[in-house]
Each structure stands twice: as structure tokens, then as C-alpha cells.
């Protein structure tokens, strides 16, 4: 990793940077080159925006807030995920190349525009959304911040659902089933929420087939993380709660 | 350059971070301890069956290289043992940060515990 400084050195080591973007559809593809102006504190996000303003206008991808806040950017960048609109190019050049894909582990629809659907389906499948406990006419509920429970939920809340977590498991690309790191680490962050009224059914849904232990730990989702969350350590939070359910019914 | 299929571009292996090196540690192992066991416990029967061949086999175990080999053997043994350990911490006790460390200890345990044996064995 470089420091600030080293990176602003290699803001302006060359002129312009190769690169090189997949394009294809699901049927297949091959990898494009372009050569794009470097510029100072030029991300990654910035490339592609460039190529596709002033190289090709067919080239397809997929942002929308540039700063990080809403997930939807996330590509392959060197064969590693990560949310180009906060990936400087100083960080990942190598060589004046840089190689761009769409997110590995999804369905591609068009060059770097991934399927999200199978994603947020297994968000729904892990019961990661929130069932309610009280209505409209009660009252607000009191949250503890330094409750124990809940600072299990709030370490996971900050997730942008970018998929980046997801296209780095190695879990997910071997099998097709498993719900995977961001819902599973949504369905902690529910479980511990004391106005979530459906603890039985989150660990009902992440102990089924494709949940929780199907998680070999190998950690790629928490090293990848653009936000520095854990979802190894949420989805060994529901290791332990299903693991702990099952001794108390004395059954599977 | 590669192309076609979309996956041979997208879907190389995310790796190469301690945690996964422990993760493959751990497997690989694994699979190699399964393997040996098998003749370990032949070799444990021959005690009743040919002690004369039992004899002539701990004769050979004397030799360096099968000393090496036996390094190599509790080595992955202990890499086994307390990768499985740092497993088990991860996932049953409420802890978070020091992942990381915890493998390189893994490592380092593994490599005294059995490098304790080598020195022993020679």
C-alpha cells in the first residue's frame, strides 16, 4: 500500500496510463485497451468516465455518487474488487497498465455492468430485511448505544451493499448457493437489532443450505471491505447464535 | 490477452492475503496428514505382524533425510493443530481485530513446536 505521498509522486509519473477494459456481454468478450490522460488525483471511476466520454460512448458501467456513499461502482480493478470511485489510480497502477473488469462472482449484462440480482436475492433469502416490531402508533423506540447487542449491530450498518465482499469470496465462486458475506453480515446486524422482530426466522434462513456454515473463514470478504467492515466476524457471530440454538433445542 | 468466456476475466481467485494463506494452509494440511495416516498405521501393525520388517524400517527412519521428512511431517501436524485452533477462536469466541496475528502465531508455534522435535530427533 502507498502513502499519501507516494502517491501524489506517482500522480504525475506519466502522461497516460494503458488500459485495459473488458467489454462483452454474457455470451463472452475480450479485453479493450484504451490509453487514457493521467491526472491528478485520477481515480478509477475517472478512467472509465473518461473513456466512455471521450474514447468509446458504447462502453457500459454503472455509478451513481462518486464519493463512496451508494455502492453501485464496484468493478475489478488488477483482478481485485474494489469501489473505483475511491480507488486512486496512484494506489493500483503497475507499470502505466491498469486492467479493469466487471465484478467477478455475478452475471455480466454489458462490460462492466454486472448482474445485481442474484446478490440482492440472497439478501432477501438470509431474511436481511427488517421485520418490525412495533407499528406507527407506537412509541420510539429507546436504543442503548453502548448496549452489548447493539454494538454488534452498528459495527455492520455502514455495509454500501457494493458487492466487493462478495466478488472476493472464494466460497461464492464455488458454490452457487451460498447467501454470501453482505447478507449474511446484514442478517447479524438484524439479529442483534432489538426492534427486529424475527431473530427464529434470521437463523432459520442462515443455517439452511448456502448459509453460515457454509463460511470456510478464509477472510478475503473482511480484507477486501471498502468501508473496513467484518463480515467474517458477523457471519461468526451466526455460527456461534445458530450453534448455540441448536444445543439449546438439543436438535437440528 | 485473455477474453471469451467472461469469467476467465472476472473470476480469478481474490488471494494472496495471510488469511487465505491460512485458510489453504490449514486444507492442504490436512489432506496431507490424511494421506500419511494411513501408512503410519501400517507401519504401527508391522509391530505385530513383521517385527523383523518393523525393525529394519526404524533402522531407515535413522537416515537424515527421513529426520527431514519427519520435520516436515510434525511440522504440518502442528500447522494442523493450531491453524484448526485459530479456527475454532474465530469462530467461537467473540473476537474480532487480531485475525491476522493470530495466523502468524499459527505459524510460528507450528515452526518451534516442530523445529523443538528436529533438534531432538538429531
Keep these: ?252 | 490477452m485473455r477474453g471469451g468466456d467472461p469469467n476467465a476475466a472476472t473470476r480469478r481467485p481474490v488471494r494472496g492475503h495471510a488469511l487465505w494463506y491460512a485458510h489453504i494452509i490449514h486444507r492442504v494440511s490436512g489432506i496431507a496428514l490424511a494421506l500419511f495416516l494411513p501408512l503410519h498405521f501400517w507401519v504401527l501393525s508391522l509391530a505385530l505382524t513383521d517385527a523383523a520388517r518393523l525393525d529394519n524400517f526404524l533402522a531407515f527412519t535413522e537416515l537424515p533425510f527421513v529426520k527431514v521428512a519427519e520435520f516436515g511431517l510434525v511440522f504440518l501436524l502442528a500447522l494442523h493443530l493450531f491453524g484448526g485452533m485459530r479456527l475454532m477462536a474465530l469462530e467461537w469466541l467473540p473476537w474480532r481485530a487480531p485475525h491476522k496475528t493470530l495466523a502468524a502465531g499459527t505459524l510460528a508455534v507450528s515452526a518451534f513446536v516442530s523445529g523443538v522435535f528436529f533438534l531432538q530427533a538429531i
Excluded at chain 1, 66 to 87: F, H, I, K, L
Design chain 1, 1 to 252: 500500500m502507498l502513502d499519501d505521498a507516494s502517491i501524489a509522486e506517482t500522480d504525475h509519473a506519466a502522461d497516460s496510463i494503458a488500459v485495459s477494459v473488458w467489454r462483452g456481454d454474457a455470451s463472452g468478450g475480450t479485453w479493450e485497451t484504451f490509453t487514457v490522460p493521467r491526472q491528478p488525483s485520477q481515480t478509477v471511476l475517472d478512467i472509465v468516465t473518461w473513456i466512455q466520454q471521450e474514447a468509446d460512448p458504447t462502453l457500459t458501467y454503472r455509478f451513481a455518487c462518486r464519493v463512496g456513499m451508494c455502492g453501485s461502482c464496484a468493478m475489478m480493478v488488477n483482478d481485485e474488487p474494489r469501489w473505483t470511485c475511491r480507488t486512486h489510480v496512484g494506489r493500483v497502477v503497475k507499470d502505466g497498465a491498469i486492467s479493469i473488469a466487471p465484478l467477478r462472482n455475478l452475471p455480466v449484462i454489458k462490460d462492466l455492468a454486472t448482474d445485481m440480482d442474484p446478490f440482492f436475492d440472497k439478501w432477501v433469502k438470509a431474511e436481511a430485511t427488517h421485520h418490525p416490531s412495533a407499528g406507527r402508533h407506537d412509541d420510539f423506540a429507546a436504543v442503548l448505544p453502548d448496549d452489548e447487542q447493539r454494538v454488534e449491530a452498528s459495527a455492520g450498518i455502514e455495509c454500501i451493499n457494493c458487492a466487493v465482499c462478495y466478488a472476493a469470496c472464494d466460497t461464492v465462486a464455488g458454490n452457487p448457493d451460498y447467501l454470501g458475506p453482505a447478507a449474511l453480515q446484514r442478517a447479524w446486524t438484524l439479529y442483534n437489532d432489538s426492534r427486529d422482530d424475527a431473530g427464529g426466522a434470521i437463523l432459520d434462513a442462515v443455517s439452511a443450505q448456502g448459509g453460515c456454515h457454509s463460511c470456510h473463514s478464509m477472510g478475503s470478504c473482511t480484507h477486501y471491505c471498502p468501508n473496513d467492515l467484518d463480515p467474517m466476524g458477523a457471519i461468526a457471530g451466526l455460527k456461534r447464535a445458530t450453534a448455540k440454538r441448536f444445543f439449546r433445542r438439543g436438535r437440528g
